[in-house]
């Protein structure tokens, strides 16, 4: 199962789903889209926050915890 695969998954079930990418160690939360994963990081004005593909989540980030 893909990163992508669990976190489609964890969404049926859980409020909040952590993340890190794992080139940088940059921690924060993500959803699905109709296009993609949206990731967001925390700035208040979500200047750190973007959008990826299904695959480019599965490769570079990986889901440290899910909460309900």
Do not use: C, P, Q, W
């Not at 859980?14 to 940059?26: M, N, P, S, Y």
């Not at 967001?40 to 909460?67: C, H, P, Q, W």
């Amino acid at each position: 199962m893909t990163e992508y695969e669990k976190l489609a998954a964890a969404e049926k079930y859980a409020h909040t789903i952590e993340i890190v990418e794992t080139a940088t160690g940059k921690a924060g939360v993500a959803n699905t889209t109709k296009n993609g994963v949206a990731v967001f990081y925390g700035a208040n004005d979500g200047s750190d926050d973007k959008m990826v593909t299904a695959e480019e989540f599965s490769e570079n980030f990986r889901i440290t915890a899910i909460l309900k």
